[in-house]
């Protein structure tokens, strides 16, 4: 499915966190993966890494605060989905991802 690019930010997005969180996990996928968007597949499964990559690369700059990206409750829980697949699925653990994103999340 086709959807039109957005239009670069005017502003640099107020979340880094979250932009720095999905970006990590872009690069840890990507290193094997390709991206593909398995809900558009039939019997697709969307705890596949291909479909967690596919995510990070869709939501990234959707993070956004214009007006024109993804609310930040949305792109919250896909980061969290993401997150917890990559848990149960070995790539990382609870504990490592706790200490790896708190400093990412943690206003001064």
């Given amino acids: ?3 039109k690019p957005l239009p670069k930010p005017v502003n640099k997005p ?3 966190g979250s932009i720095r969180a999905f970006t990590h996990y872009k690069e840890l ?5 390709t991206p593909k968007n398995h809900t ?10 291909e479909h967690l990559l596919w995510m990070c690369e869709h939501c990234i700059p959707r993070i956004r605060d214009d ?3 993804f609310a930040p409750e949305k792109y ?3 980061l969290g989905y993401i997150q917890g697949c990559l ?4 790539f990382t653990t609870v504990e490592a991802e706790r200490d790896r994103t708190r400093p990412w999340f943690t206003r001064e």
């Avoid at 996928?29 to 993966?33: D, H, P, S, V, W």
């Avoid at 558009?40 to 890494?49: A, K, L, M, S």
């Fill in 1 to 3: 499915m086709y959807q």
């Fill in 76 to 78: 919250s829980r896909w």
């Fill in 87 to 90: 848990i149960c699925q070995g």
């Fill in 67 to 69: 007006g024109l990206g």
């Fill in 14 to 16: 107020t979340d880094q």
């Fill in 40 to 49: 558009e597949i039939q019997g697709g499964d969307p705890t596949h890494p």
């Fill in 29 to 33: 996928l990507e290193r094997k993966y």
